[in-house]
Each structure stands twice: as C-alpha cells, then as structure tokens.
C-alpha cells in the first residue's frame, strides 16, 4: 500500500539557520511527490513537486527539495530559515487507489523558529 | 490564480444537526476532493467527484454524503453530526491529469458539541 512517513512531528530552529524536514515514502511506480505548507488557520499550499527529470526540484519561498529513488525520500530543505516559515509541513505522493489518482498525505511536521 | 472557497471559517453544531459545508472553485477543475485534518493524522480522503453527479469514497467516508450538481461546487454532508467529527475540513480542486495538482480551500473548523 502507497504511505508517507514524516518522522519528525515537530522540528524547532533558530532563525537564520538551515533547515531539512524528512519524508519516506512507500510507492511501487515512479512517484508524483509534493510537498505543501499549512500556515496557521490557513488551507495548504503547494511548495513544490516532482514528476520526473532533474532529483533536484526547486520551490517557491526559497525551499527546495531532493528526490532519492534509492532511499525513497524527498526532503525539504532551506538554507536559511525566516521567522515567517514556522508552519506545519506535508509531503504527499500520488497513488493509484480504485482506479483513481489520490493524494496520500504524511501526518506533518510541525516548525517553530525561534528569534 | 485558482480559488477555491469554503462557505465558513468556524461552524459549530451539535449532535444529530444535519450540517452542509460548501465548496465553491473558479478555474473549471473537473476534479474535487473533501479531506479531514486531525493532529497526528495528516489529511484523509473523505470523498472524492470527477465529474458532475459523480463520486468516489475515499478512505474515512463513513458519516459523511456529498453532492456535485454543478461542476464548481461540491458540497460536503453530515447526515446526522457526531462529536467525533469534530475536525478541520479541507477542500480542493485539480484537473484530471495525472500530473495535475490539487488547490486547496481555507478550511473549515468544524466544532460538534
């Protein structure tokens, strides 16, 4: 069965730091991978995705993430973190379930920064 | 860019309500998804529509009914609100390709007392 495993459920990092938020995923085709950021009280919004070509995909707000087929992963990362990225983070991949593309969502990590 | 709308923010009910929550997306997206959000749990599919008067259960749709009469509106039913339905719901849209991806709503919190 398709999953995401987020391994971390809360992360805190000083500002100006770097930062890399984990995700595994468990897929028997090439995976369509995502990750979105939930501000508080906010719906999702989508950082980046992967559907093929270069491992190394780039994102919006200066995030980027890379896609390791052998250790099925795509991890976020950001060089340096601002205070205005503390948020909760989902990685997701898109399965087929009943014939259907379905997202599967990790259970998220949970970022604070500290000033 | 897409917008998709959900009618409430904050919506509290009590046991045995009937409760709707709509969901309203303006880029003509065939697809469109109601998810639950919990501590701990991430996101899961409640329903899924491809398709006008169509539907798919997804993986908690117990509880739960939808209806797509039009093809940017689908809403979200609670025949009869239990206090464990008590959660954020969230709403999105996409088209079908497979490639494509899902916009998501603002969310609604819903409170069953």
């Known amino acids: 069965a398709q999953s995401v495993t987020q391994p971390d459920i809360h992360i805190t990092v000083s500002e100006g730091a770097s930062l890399e938020l984990r995700c595994n995923y468990s897929y028997g085709a090439t995976p369509y991978l995502f990750w979105y950021v939930q501000s508080p009280g906010q719906g999702l919004q989508l950082l980046l995705k992967?559907?093929?070509?270069?491992?190394l995909v780039q994102g919006i707000k200066g995030f980027e993430a890379e896609f390791k087929r052998s250790q099925s992963s795509f991890n976020l990362r950001k060089p340096s973190v601002h205070w205005s990225d503390a948020a909760e983070y989902f990685c997701a991949v898109k399965g087929i379930s009943g014939g259907y593309n379905k997202l599967i969502f990790g259970a998220g990590t949970r970022l604070a920064v500290h000033p | 860019d897409v917008k998709v709308t959900q009618s409430s923010r904050y919506l509290v009910k009590r046991t045995g309500e009937k409760v709707f929550l709509e969901c309203v997306q303006d880029?003509?997206?065939?697809?469109m998804f109601w998810y639950r959000q919990d501590p701990g749990l991430g996101l899961r599919l409640i329903y899924f529509s491809y398709d006008v008067k169509m539907k798919e259960k997804g993986d908690i749709p117990e509880g739960y009914s939808v209806s797509r009469e039009k093809k940017e509106r689908f809403s979200l039913i609670l025949e009869s609100a239990s206090t464990n339905q008590t959660s954020m719901y969230l709403c999105?849209?996409?088209?079908?390709?497979?490639?494509?991806?899902?916009?998501f709503g603002p969310g609604t919190r819903l409170t069953v007392l």
């Open positions: 880029m003509d997206h065939e697809n």
């Open positions: 992967y559907f093929s070509g270069d491992t």
């Open positions: 999105a849209s996409s088209r079908a390709t497979t490639t494509d991806t899902q916009y």
